[in-house]
């Protein structure tokens, strides 16, 4: 007591200084409860973790969740309908973000970002009126990720982006904030978002001069290119059209050792997981290894939903269509959809003999393996595996019917398409519609236009997008009509 005598000044001192202190403690605490908070929104369900888990990617490019929310309206005309939807981001009933997208607490705020789902899943209808089944693990037909690109980009030069006409639209669209949060933080927040998508889309520039994607493609190894700021004017031109369709990845422990990716340029599954998180913002130093860990063991396992499940298959043509089948194509392919056996599977078949589109294969150069080997470079996970290629992949064909539109970059929008000579193949076809047709084995692309909804026409003719080539006598493309139905037939059990 008698040192806090109000009656000593120096008592006095002690006490304000005490005071001061501790006040400087509490708001020590409270900023860091506040901001100090790194934690995503996890689930247990692998399916769950697969489809909304973080891979730790939001900690760098992560959106603030109340900023993503209102993007759409902010910008709604450089968008091509009503909301993320309409670039192909797919909602489940009464989820506030799509499939693909993860949240996590974190610089006092919700921050979400891309997963590897918004790449690897799709919808289904099996008729048109028929609800949207999501299918994960098969490519994202409907996803156009360029237009998204775009839009982005856009948005953020927009004049309409900033905290003045954002924060009104994050309170009417019932986001919660207070005094802090919309004086500080997210005026802060959106010109911290502009500087990051302007510092990423500054990298991604060669994304202007490329043709449209459409719905279901990305330049992977472009993009990886411009990760790691290649000089991206004064690479061949031959490089830059590497657009390739999202690629199915059940049964990845089956296909360990197996040289795959469209050419074939890594043969293990852990580094083909772990490059392609990089996709998902997770670079080594924020990647959540854990988490990625927990996809790989669902993706090692993971199996395609069943045809049969959907659609009828016709017994006695199938078991006609086997002979036919292991007689052509196993030996590349492999003897079944689960038995993946075959002396030439997981290889690389030369370009000159397949034939197919070059532009794909050109994309991943030589100094791009190298580079590749750089990233985790001083830990376990140094990639060690990437090799330059010079044609494309043998693939097993695990639900091959969800594998349309075919081919690396999607060229062929149905087996029976692919099945045909190369020069009887459709030149022009719509990309994008969910609506399967059972009888050809693909997605129905010949409607331009449903409920207002615009499908992109993809053109054979524009550049990287060619459906020559997997064409000829070994391909099946000589086979009369009836055998050509009776190996569609057999394929539907994969
Ligand atoms: C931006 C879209 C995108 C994201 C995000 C993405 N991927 Fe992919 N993924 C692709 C594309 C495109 C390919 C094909 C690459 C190529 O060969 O050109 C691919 C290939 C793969 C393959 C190899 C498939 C095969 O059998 O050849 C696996 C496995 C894979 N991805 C898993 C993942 C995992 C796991 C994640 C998350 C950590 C992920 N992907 C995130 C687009 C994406
Ligand atoms: C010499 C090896 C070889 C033979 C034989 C072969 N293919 Fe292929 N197939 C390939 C290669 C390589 C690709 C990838 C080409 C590309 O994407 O550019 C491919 C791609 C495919 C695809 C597209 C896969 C996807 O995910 O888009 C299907 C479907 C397919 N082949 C079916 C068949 C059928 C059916 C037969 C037999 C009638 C057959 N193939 C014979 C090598 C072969």
Redesign the pocket.
């Known amino acids: 007591m008698e040192l806090f005598k109000p009656s000593s000044p120096c008592s006095c001192c002690k006490l304000i200084l005490l005071i001061l202190l501790l006040l400087v403690l509490l708001i020590g605490i409270y900023f860091y409860a506040r901001f100090g908070t790194d934690r995503p929104v996890t689930y247990t369900d692998p399916v769950e973790h697969f489809k909304y888990g973080s891979t730790g990617g939001e900690r760098n490019l992560g959106f603030p969740y109340w900023i993503w929310r209102v993007l759409p309206d902010v910008c709604a005309d450089y968008l091509p309908g009503k909301g993320f939807q309409s670039v192909g981001l797919i909602y489940e009933p009464g989820k506030d973000l799509p499939v693909g997208m993860s949240k996590r607490r974190q610089m006092g705020m919700d921050r979400v970002f891309f997963n590897c789902s918004v790449c690897h899943s799709a919808t289904v209808r099996v008729k048109p009126d028929a609800a949207p089944m999501l299918v994960v693990g098969m490519g994202a037909n409907q996803l156009d990720f360029m237009a998204f690109e775009k839009f982005m980009y856009q948005c953020m030069a927009d004049r309409r982006f900033t905290p003045n006409q954002v924060i009104p639209r994050i309170q009417a669209a019932g986001g919660d904030l207070d005094l802090l949060d919309r004086y500080v933080v997210y005026p802060l927040a959106v010109h911290l978002m502009r500087d990051g998508v302007f510092g990423l889309m500054g990298r991604l520039r060669f994304i202007h001069q490329q043709p449209a994607w459409g719905p279901g493609r990305v330049d992977t190894f472009n993009s990886a290119k411009a990760l790691f700021n290649f000089p991206i004017e004064r690479l061949p031109k031959d490089e830059l059209f590497g657009a390739a369709?999202f690629?199915?990845i059940w049964n990845q422990s089956k296909k360990q050792g197996m040289q795959l990716h469209?050419d074939g340029n890594n043969d293990r599954v852990e580094e083909r997981n772990l490059n392609a998180a990089f996709g998902t913002g997770a670079t080594p130093r924020l990647i959540d290894h854990a988490a990625v860990a927990r996809i790989q063991a669902w993706d090692a396992t993971a199996t395609p939903p069943a045809f049969e499940r959907y659609f009828p298959v016709d017994k006695a043509l199938a078991a006609q269509g086997a002979t036919v089948?292991q007689e052509?194509?196993a030996?590349?392919?492999g003897a079944s959809g689960t038995d993946f056996s075959g002396a030439?599977v997981g290889k690389v078949?030369p370009l000159a003999?397949?034939g197919?589109?070059p532009y794909r294969l050109y994309s991943f150069s030589p100094v791009l393996a190298v580079n590749l080997g750089t990233p985790y470079a001083d830990t376990p996970y140094r990639f060690s595996h990437f090799r330059k290629t010079w044609?494309?992949?043998?693939?097993p064909?695990d639900g091959?019917w969800l594998?349309a539109p075919?081919?690396?970059n999607g060229s062929v929008p149905t087996?029976w398409d692919?099945?045909q000579p190369a020069d009887q193949r459709p030149p022009k076809f719509y990309r994008g519609d969910d609506v399967y047709d059972p009888r050809r084995m693909g997605f129905v692309s010949d409607v331009a236009e449903e409920r207002g909804k615009h499908y992109f026409e993809y053109d054979t003719r524009v550049t990287g997008n060619s459906n020559a080539?997997?064409s000829g006598r070994?391909?099946?493309t000589d086979l009369p009509e009836a055998e050509k139905w009776a190996?569609i037939e057999y394929?539907k059990g994969f």
């Open positions: 369709d690629p199915t469209w089948y052509y194509c030996n590349c392919h030439q078949t003999q397949i197919t589109d044609g494309y992949a043998n693939a064909l091959v594998r075919y081919l690396h087996l692919l099945l080539g997997h070994i391909y099946g190996v394929m």
